[in-house]
């Protein structure tokens, strides 16, 4: 089982930043050196779940149109922890971001954190 500890939520002004952080663990350490893939997933009020961005290990990276430009997805393989800095905030960035990563084929989520961007 890996365990993900998201933080770095809270709120933000549009046109403001923030930085999420996203930390892995796990009993097994050979567990959390499959992880494949790692990235940022987020859910507003009545919305499905969507894509932000994800980094393989290799450090391909991938983002949603809606936040090219403006969000960077980074990742520390030494200390298994992922990143998002978020620029230039929308209101409709509001939702509850979610961690994931991926020891293939299974998918672990963290248990989110809320960022909100108020006009």
């Known amino acids: 089982q890996v365990r993900l500890v998201e933080s770095g939520g809270g709120l933000a002004q549009v046109g403001g930043s923030l930085r999420l952080s996203c930390a892995a663990s796990?009993?097994?350490?050979?567990?959390?050196?499959?992880?494949?893939?790692m990235g940022w997933y987020r859910q507003a009020p009545g919305n499905q779940r969507e894509l932000v961005a994800t980094?393989?290990?290799?450090?391909?990276?991938n983002y949603a149109n809606s936040v090219k430009g403006r969000f960077t997805i980074s990742r520390d393989n030494a200390k298994n922890t992922v990143y998002l800095q978020m620029n230039s905030l929308k209101v409709e960035d509001t939702a509850v971001y979610f961690c994931?990563?991926?020891?293939?084929?299974?998918?672990?989520w963290g248990q989110g954190t809320q960022v909100t961007v108020s006009s």
């Open positions: 980094i393989t290990r290799s450090g391909t990276l």
């Open positions: 796990a009993s097994k350490s050979l567990l959390i050196l499959s992880i494949d893939t």
């Open positions: 994931s990563a991926r020891v293939y084929p299974t998918a672990y």
